[in-house]
T-cell receptor
Framework: GENVEQHPSTLSVQEGDSAVIKCTYSDSASNYFPWYKQELGKRPQLIID?????GEKKDQRIAVTLNKTAKHFSLHITETQPEDSAVYFCAASTTGRRALTFGSGTRLQVQP | NAGVMQNPRHLVRRRGQEARLRCSPMKGHSHVYWYRQLPEEGLKFMVY????????ESGMPKERFSAEFPKEGPSILRIQQVVRGDSAAYFC???????????????FGPGTRLTVT
């Protein structure tokens, strides 16, 4: 089955800096890659996603890139703010099997 | 426009009791997924259901766990004879019924935090 690895496990940046979180996946049939933000004690929130027919997608300060050949995708957050502090999860799924396989999460801390 | 709803939000059970977790999907959504999150860990898929059908239960433990999504009413995740290792947050997610790729977006409920004493 699918295996998703996520790095780093923790990331501390200064307010205004950029943050990058990377994930790799094992199943070449995976074609949907969402990113979720989870604050302490809260639900995972879908913040951005990308499909395998697209190499990059941007939404304001966040962007996601996908390299199908290397089977990895990344989340980029620019101009980080303290409210960006949370745990971020990447995930992958394939057409027909909608179950999401999640990475282990990255705890992002933005220092004011 | 209500999002995914789950109840109860917190549930305490003694070892050996039964736990019933409920999930109402977003309006217009007919696909329901259950995930389990252990403390300080990621989410693990358990089961995927549509109305009156279990589509994929590959992540569900073979014993003590069952799920249903009846024609009327919420989806239910049932854990019989709970053990301390069942203590976790259980999240439900839903997605719309469509063949479009946008239907793969899953929106999560607030979760049920189960504590087994």
């Amino acid at each position: 089955g699918e295996n998703v690895e996520q790095h780093p496990s923790t990331l501390s940046v200064q307010e205004g800096d950029s943050a990058v979180i990377k994930c790799t996946y094992s199943d070449s049939a995976s074609n949907y890659f969402p990113w979720y933000k989870q604050e302490l004690g809260k639900r995972p929130q879908l913040i951005i996603d990308i499909r395998s027919n697209v190499g990059e997608k941007k939404d304001q300060r966040i962007a996601v890139t996908l390299n199908k050949t290397a089977k990895h995708f990344s989340l980029h957050i620019t101009e980080t703010q303290p409210e960006d502090s949370a745990v971020y999860f990447c995930a992958a799924s394939t057409t027909g099997r909608r179950a999401l396989t999640f990475g282990s999460g990255t705890r992002l801390q933005v220092q004011p | 426009n209500a999002g995914v709803m789950q109840n109860p939000r917190h549930l305490v059970r003694r070892r050996g009791q039964e736990a019933r977790l409920r999930c109402s999907p977003m309006k217009g959504h007919s696909h329901v997924y259950w995930y389990r999150q252990l403390p300080e860990e990621g989410l693990k898929f358990m089961v995927y259901l549509q109305k009156e059908n279990i589509i994929d239960e590959s992540g569900m433990p073979k014993e003590r766990f069952s799920a249903e999504f009846p024609k009327e009413g919420p989806s239910i995740l049932r854990i019989q004879q709970v053990v301390r290792g069942d203590s976790a947050a259980y999240f439900c997610a839903s997605s719309p019924q469509s063949s479009l790729m946008s239907s793969y977006e899953q929106y999560f409920g607030p979760g049920t935090r189960l504590t087994v004493t």
